[in-house]
């Protein structure tokens, strides 16, 4: 266990140094968790422990977020602005290292959040440059109150609005609309700056990584872990997206394991079930079989291996099961199954069963996580439930899983956002929450014990399809 901790720890220190990606998928990032390494062969699971571990927390050098320097706090909208609100063809979008870039239709609201330590006083200011021999008219908005400014090429960029009262902690959200321009664009807007007493120890975005603040964008991912015996080589899990919480750019994984996920997504134009399985070290992940209308695919990028999905109109507020099995071939390779629940039709849906070389394994590290896969929707706020967790072990013995372990990725780690929460709701399920800048941060690498609930599943699976 030392020889493995002390790889995984290099190897997550070296992600956190270059701000590697760890999606695969046939398309794009979007379709596998982030921060997996490619050069582990259990990159989900690890990242996971290292959070029990207390590590995975290292960022490029750079000091935590939690406290602003002496003078003004310089919020970059590089990475902590979002478009809110715009027509469909507004031309507006965020530079992960410019700030407000093509800022000319007058309908679009821009909003950025900071996280405030303490009640106070703000002073609003912006930081940017106007077309020369123009004249623009905005409006930034904060707990209620609207100023309008008139910005020209000889302001000075650092133009104080007002002073707005912060009556509490807790994220405040600012935002800027152009009202009228007489040149080709309103501003390039960089930062907003804040000077006050509020403006003592602010949170917000300020570490840079090699892909400006795209992972601040997206914002923290969090994960619960769960505890199972050995020799498990079924996991059965049921999870519940809340009406209102499955925001696009949603990866709600409900069955984790050491080699691979599965769970479901929210696709801009759809929504899949998402089974993927990881290379070894030395070998591919090949397809066994697949389901009927299951799409299967090799992914890479940062890090390389199989991935099976089904398109499924699966809906927030219905409960599904899901089932992952993993046993050893015995002939030096591991075999991993996923079934989903479509309770709509009521069946079970085989989904695929991949063959990993150079493994000899059962199901190990088995945990849930949550996550937004596309930088730009960073601010819409998500959640599951994980309701009941078993394992099932070789020899056909059930056992409910009800502890788990919350943790947080490096984003939320080294303090960029906290927006993040997981533990035990008042329904008795494990929960997971990210996004949204809400208030109420849970602690990370803290463990959860939920009620058990000794209902154990009906399902016969001996007789899955």
Known sequence: MSDSRSVFRNALLLAALLGLSACGGAASLAEEPSRALAADPAPSSLRVQAAVRGEGLASSGTTSATAAKPGPARVALAGNAFITSAAPD???????????MDWRDARTVISSWVRVAQPGKFNISLKGTVPAGSVSQVRVSALGKKFNLRLTPTASPFTTLATVDVPQAGYVRIDVQGLSRTGPEFAQLQAIELTGTAAAGLVFA?????????????????????????????????????????????????????EGYFGIQV?????????????????KTTLVNKGPEVVSNEFGGEGTGGQSYLVYPWKAGTTYPFITRVRPDGQGNTLYSSWFYAVEQGQWRFIATWKRPNTNTWLTGPYSFCENFIDTNGFAGRKMLMGQQWAVNKSGAWTELNKGWFTVDPTGGTRQRLDFAGGVDASGQFYLRNGGFFNE?????????????GKKPTVDLSALP
Request: negative net charge.
């Open 90 to 100: 507004a031309p507006e979008w965020i530079s992960y290292n410019e700030g407000l």
């Open 206 to 258: 300020n570490v840079e990584a090699d892909w400006g603040y795209y992972w601040s964008r997206r914002g923290p991912s969090v994960h619960m872990s769960y505890s199972a015996p050995a020799n498990t080589e079924y996991l059965y899990n049921e999870l519940t997206i809340p009406v209102g919480e499955d925001a696009v750019g949603s990866y709600f994984m409900a069955n984790g394991f050491g």
């Open 267 to 283: 696709k801009e134009e759809e929504r899949w079930v998402l089974f993927s399985v990881w290379d070894a070290d030395s070998g």
């Open 441 to 453: 941060t849970v602690p990370a690498n803290q463990s959860f014990t939920r009620p058990l609930t």
